[in-house]
């Protein structure tokens, strides 16, 4: 190791592949984290003095309602610079109980997952609940879905600012201040968009994301495949020479399989979802494909479906899947989430 890309520390993650990982990183690498988290709050303009709430999966019995945690500054951003306080609640509260908290903390800034976000706003707009200063919200682990950004800034004003970065390697690309598409951050990280036969993709081709980290000499890695598929974009307008990725779509075991065994995307949109939950008191949703003619549809209920709404929810589920599989409805309790919080909204079981 060169001496002066620093002390070496280690962090445990999820991955982006789900199995736990003991990453090692400079203190150069970290550096350069600081400095991409810095550039994507300029990028955005936002006040540095604000106050931001953060909602994640915390430890158990920590950041616990009512009060959550309190921080003098945004995490661990103040090595490179000043911000104002942050506030943490652990995502497993309800999400009465965040909207109570976040109603009382006010926030400039608020940071969770996409899945948790859309639960919120749908609750704040059913019971008119305010948060008057909230200027962006950033999104964090999850692939964010168009409708996410929609209901937010329907509900609270806000828009939102995704960036796509993974703990064992570091930013990969932030969001245009501009578009709603995505920057590589190229001066930390070389990545690469190839199709099925390993050619790199043109501008609007979905490929599979390699990366190679440019600076964290402690723990290389060199091409290495976090597992996502993104669709490449044009350069953009805004003037920033950085390349561009459109959208970043999700993993293969996101795929849904055809009985023919051809794989398909299952980009639930704005449109479906909402024709989706008018159908019936639908808090939250899952499907799962559990064999190759079969999907359970996983449903948090207001109360319980009227047979008529189950049946509209069965030929809404076939006409968005495009073929005729058995259907099975799971009225739950809740959504089961991730170790690391995450939620994903359509999952394949099919090897
Ligand atoms: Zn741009």
Redesign the pocket.
């Known amino acids: 190791m060169p001496a002066d890309h620093g002390t070496i520390s280690d962090i445990h993650t999820s991955g982006s592949t789900g199995k736990p990982i003991r990453a090692l990183r400079t203190r150069l690498a970290l550096r350069f984290w600081s400095a991409f988290t810095l550039r994507e709050h300029l990028w955005h303009k936002r006040d540095l003095r604000g106050k931001l709430a953060v909602i994640r999966n915390s430890a158990p019995g920590q950041d616990q309602y009512p009060q959550g945690s309190r921080f003098r500054y945004w995490g661990s951003s103040r090595r490179a610079f000043d911000t104002g306080p942050s506030v943490s609640l652990n995502i497993n509260c309800t999400a009465e109980q965040q909207m109570d908290w976040l109603h009382r903390e006010n926030p400039d800034y608020l940071l969770s997952h996409p899945t948790n976000l859309m639960r919120l706003a749908r609750l704040s707009l059913e019971n008119g609940i305010e948060l008057p200063k909230l200027k962006d919200i950033q999104t964090l682990s999850e692939i964010l879905r168009p409708e996410v950004r929609e209901i937010c800034l329907e509900a609270w004003g806000a828009p939102i600012k995704d960036n796509y970065s993974g703990r064992e390697v570091g930013y990969i690309a932030l969001q245009?201040?501009?578009?709603e598409?995505y920057?590589v951050q190229s001066e930390g990280v070389l990545v690469e968009v190839l199709d099925d036969d390993g050619r790199p993709c043109g501008p609007g081709e979905v490929g599979r994301v390699l990366v190679t980290p440019l600076h964290n000499f402690a723990m290389p890695f060199l091409r290495y495949e976090v597992g996502d598929f993104a669709e490449v974009g044009e350069a953009?307008?805004?003037?920033?020479g950085?390349p561009?990725i459109n959208r970043i779509i999700g993993r293969e075991q996101n795929m849904l399989t055809l009985p023919s065994g051809e794989k398909r995307w299952t980009l639930l949109s704005e449109g479906g979802i909402r024709k989706l939950l008018k159908l019936a008191p639908i808090r939250e949703y899952q499907f799962v494909q559990k064999s190759l003619d079969r999907i359970e549809v996983r449903l948090v209920v207001d109360r319980n479906l009227s047979p008529q709404e189950e049946s509209d929810v069965r030929d809404w589920t076939t006409a968005k899947f495009g073929h005729p599989f058995d259907i099975d409805l799971a009225v739950m309790d809740g959504l089961p989430r991730g170790r690391t919080g995450k939620l994903q909204d359509f999952m394949s079981e099919v090897d």
């Open positions: 245009c201040p501009e578009h598409h920057h953009c307008a805004c003037g920033r950085l561009v």
